[in-house]
């Protein structure tokens, strides 16, 4: 099956500083979303981006589908930022997400 | 709107007893999915319904293990003489196209 790695696998960060997180896949895919797990374990939508690139206030996201990578950014970080990112896709027509094993974020005051 | 709600939250078992974890996903989605998150790992994929179909569950670890989503809604996810590692989180997820939204999440630990 598709293989999702993502780097690094923890992050330490100073308030304010900003981030690039990494997810790279094995085949292409027909979609692609970053999470944010909370710390009471939520995963929230960050990004659903099979391609291209979006941007919602300090993140943005940019997938190269051909290169099989995607770039999540992270920029004047927050303490509330801390958390897991994931990132996940599933390939062709099938549904199930395969996830990576997330990037553990920590952004100290 | 109202996103995806799991229920219980928490579940303590004694290992060999039955467990029914139950899913509401957002009204009008049509796909649901199952997901298993061991702790410091990301959410592997367990079984996918369309409608009441279920389409895949080639995820499933054991028969033990049975979903089901009888009126196309909501969905219980039930586990049998539970083990020790069974003890994880259970993700529901629904989609009405292609991005997955997911629940709170039931934690069941079996003793």
């Known amino acids: 099956g598709i293989q999702v790695e993502q780097s690094p696998p923890d992050l330490i960060l100073q308030e304010g500083a900003n981030s690039t997180l990494r997810c790279n896949f094995s085949?292409?895919?027909?979609?692609l979303q970053w999470f944010h797990q909370n710390p009471w374990g939520q995963l929230i939508n960050l990004f659903y981006?099979?391609?291209g690139t979006k941007q919602n206030g300090r993140l943005s996201a940019t997938t190269v589908a051909t290169e099989r990578y995607s770039l999540l950014y992270i920029s004047s970080s927050q303490t509330t930022d801390s958390g897991v990112y994931f990132c996940?896709?599933?390939?062709?027509?099938?549904?199930?997400?395969?996830f990576g094993k997330g990037i553990t974020l920590s952004v100290r005051p | 709107g109202a996103g995806v709600s799991q229920s219980p939250r928490y579940k303590v078992a004694k290992r060999g007893q039955d467990v029914a974890l139950r899913c509401d996903p957002i009204?009008?989605?049509?796909?649901l999915f199952w997901y298993q998150q061991a702790l410091g790992q990301g959410p592997e994929f367990l079984t996918y319904?369309?409608?009441?179909?279920?389409?895949?569950k080639s995820g499933l670890p054991s028969d033990r293990f049975f979903a089901e989503r009888p009126e196309g809604s909501v969905s219980t996810l039930k586990i049998q003489r539970t083990q020790q590692e069974d003890s994880a989180v259970y993700l529901c997820?629904?989609?009405?196209?292609?991005?997955?939204?997911f629940g709170p999440g039931t934690r069941l630990t079996v003793t």
């Open positions: 996940a896709v599933y390939p062709g027509a099938n549904s199930k997400l395969t």
């Open positions: 997820a629904s989609s009405l196209a292609r991005e997955q939204y």
């Open positions: 319904f369309q409608n009441e179909a279920q389409l895949d």
């Open positions: 981006i099979p391609s």
């Open positions: 085949d292409s895919v027909n979609n």
């Open positions: 009204s009008g989605h049509v796909s």
